[in-house]
Each structure stands twice: as C-alpha cells, then as structure tokens.
C-alpha cells in the first residue's frame, strides 16, 4: 500500500511502518524521537543519475528542514517511464519537450 501525503503535512510516528509504508522506518522513526517526520515523495521520469539525486535530496531536506526545523526528513524518488504517466490526454512517451530532456540527463 502507497501512502499518500500532501505537501506540507507530516507522517505521525509509526504510521509509516505500521502501513507497510517502509520496512526500515520503524526504526528510524522511533529511534530519531522526534513527533512528527516530514515525507516527501517525488515523482520524476527515470534516467537521473546517482549524483543529481543525491544532490537534490539534499536540496530538499535542507529546504524543509528551514521551514519545519524538525529534522527526520524522509523522500522517495518514485521513477516513472513515460508510456505510464499521461498528461492532457496524452502519454508523456509522445511528449518531444520530454524526451528532448531525457535524452539530455541520460547521455
């Protein structure tokens, strides 16, 4: 089962695991002691590399971290091909601005 969170909100203590949500965030969760734990998830076409998730997980975090200072936060990077997300009634497979950038982060 997915959980599904709206910017913005949070994910009260053991309702991510209790879920099914993530096997290894019961501990993480209960051990950090904090109340509340900020979930992020992305939704992006695959193809970034190591680095730029890297980088932008750490963007991120740091940007939630500022405006929360709760700390604890928690992203998923959810990688979608493009024959399975639509858009205006048509498959992003058959979107040229799309591809024209997968193909620039993939090369």
Not at 24 to 39: A, D, H, R
Not at 55 to 65: G, H, L, Q, S, V
Not at 72 to 91: A, K, Q, S
């Amino acid at each position: 089962m997915d959980l599904q969170v709206d910017p913005g909100q949070t994910v009260p203590l053991g309702l991510a695991s209790s879920n099914g949500f993530c096997k290894e965030c019961n501990n993480l969760i209960q051990n950090e002691g904090s109340e509340n734990m900020p979930v992020v998830t992305i939704e992006v076409p695959p193809g970034l590399g190591l680095d730029k998730k890297k980088m932008m997980i750490e963007k991120i975090t740091a940007a939630i971290d500022e405006a929360y200072e709760i700390g604890d936060t928690l992203i998923f990077i959810h990688e979608d091909v493009p024959e399975n997300v639509g858009m205006n009634g048509t498959l992003q497979s058959e979107n040229p601005k799309l591809l024209a950038t997968l193909k620039k982060i993939t090369t």
